[in-house]
């Protein structure tokens, strides 16, 4: 027994990704039977989108838009530039004797590497809706306010308008605890706004943790090896222990 145990425990990483494209073979698995886009609810199957599923209405680009992309909840940028090699380069950061800076050379950062890479912080969803979210933070619209010049979805109820970003109802918990994740794991790299604290603590109550998510939660864990501590506690809470 002792043995297993502790094999067992050398099995187990620290933090299994290294980079954002190790995580991307993990992540097919992990959702392997939650078929389902994060802002839309569209069905996929592979890379391919099921448009019709969810009723999107592409906005200009067919092709992106049936495209499965694995998307950051928190974009990259949002704690990126917290980071000198985002912000101003890096003697690392050379090619054919022209510097660079940003993401790319962020990447030579393992933390940075390991933030860009964590499971938890990576949903499936439509290629073309990934592209046009951007780096924009999350909002709640409401419902008395003008939509004028906003990008809509047909029956795919997320909106983007003045670098805003609105998920459909059942995504916002959801996207919710992730930044609440991130932010308790990364301290001090900027990842929630004090305006948007608030708005994430009232999407967390009104759209409490669901069992997906806690399935999903134990299959990172195994897999990274890293707990997440805030879907931990609303998971024993749910189960009422």
Not at 203 to 213: A, L, Q, R
Request: proline share 3%; aromatic share 10%; charged share 30%.
């Amino acid at each position: 027994m002792y043995k297993i145990l502790v094999l067992l425990f050398l099995s187990t990483p620290v933090f299994a990704m290294r980079d954002f494209r190790e995580a991307k073979v993990h992540l097919p698995q992990i959702h392997s039977d939650n078929l389902l886009t994060l802002y839309c609810g569209c069905k996929y199957v592979g890379k391919d989108v099921d448009l019709k599923s969810c009723g999107y209405k592409v906005h200009k680009n067919a092709r992106r838009a049936s495209r499965l992309e694995w998307e950051h909840v928190v974009p990259a940028e949002a704690f990126g530039r917290s980071f000198v090699e985002w912000r101003e380069g890096h003697q690392k950061c050379t090619k054919k004797s022209k510097k660079y800076k940003g993401r790319k050379c962020a990447r030579k950062n393992k933390e940075f590497a390991q933030m860009e890479a964590d499971l938890y912080n990576l949903y499936p969803e439509i290629g073309e809706l990934n592209g046009l979210r951007s780096n924009f933070s999350m909002t709640d619209f409401g419902e008395n306010e003008s939509l004028k010049g906003a990008k809509t979805f047909g029956a795919c109820p997320a909106i983007v308008m003045n670098r805003k970003f609105e998920p459909m109802d059942s995504a916002k918990g959801i996207v919710a605890r992730v930044y609440m994740y991130m932010a308790d794991a990364y301290p001090n790299r900027g990842i929630i706004s004090n305006k948007n604290e608030k708005l994430f603590e009232a999407w967390n109550t009104k759209y409490p943790v669901t069992d997906g998510e806690c399935v999903r939660a134990k299959r990172i864990l195994a897999v990274q090896g890293k707990a997440n501590k805030i879907l931990e506690e609303a998971c024993l809470k749910k189960a009422g222990k």
